[in-house]
């Protein structure tokens, strides 16, 4: 991810075994990481069997929250491509029946915004 648009706040792929390093924990038996993303700080997972969210919080990022989303509350996403002069691609994603919504995460165009709403598509409408 370069760091113009880590700075702007836009997310970029990770690979798996660093998410596994990092992230192995929070896994449940039979859980496994497919993708994820990580913002300058912050970081999504997708599993087989939720999406996780992991938002470092305060001035250092010592203290974490991880956020966990079962597919089946997710209500309906949407994905917008990013333009000519757009910097990036965003996802929107609504939990159980909330009128805005829950979830707003932005890609650089390095990430295939397909494979993300493939990926989302394939647990939310399973």
């Given amino acids: ?9 836009n ?5 798996q075994e660093e998410l596994i390093k990092n992230y192995g924990q929070l896994l449940t038996a039979n859980e496994e990481i497919e993708m994820g993303f990580k913002l300058i700080r912050d970081t999504f997972i997708f ?11 305060g001035l250092t990022g010592s203290k974490t929250e991880y956020k966990s989303i079962a597919y089946k509350s997710i209500t309906r996403f949407s994905v917008e491509t990013a333009g000519t002069f757009d910097l990036d691609a965003e996802l929107k994603i ?8 829950s979830i707003i995460k932005q890609f650089n165009k390095s990430v295939n915004v397909y494979e993300v709403q493939k990926v989302l598509a394939h647990h939310v409408l399973g």
Avoid: C, H
Avoid at 94 to 101: D, F, I, K, Y
């Fill in 47 to 57: 599993t087989n069997k939720r999406l996780i969210l992991v938002d470092k919080q």
């Fill in 11 to 15: 997310a970029g792929a990770v690979n």
């Fill in 1 to 9: 991810m370069g760091i113009f648009s880590a700075i702007l706040g």
């Fill in 94 to 101: 609504w939990v159980s029946s909330e009128l805005q919504p």
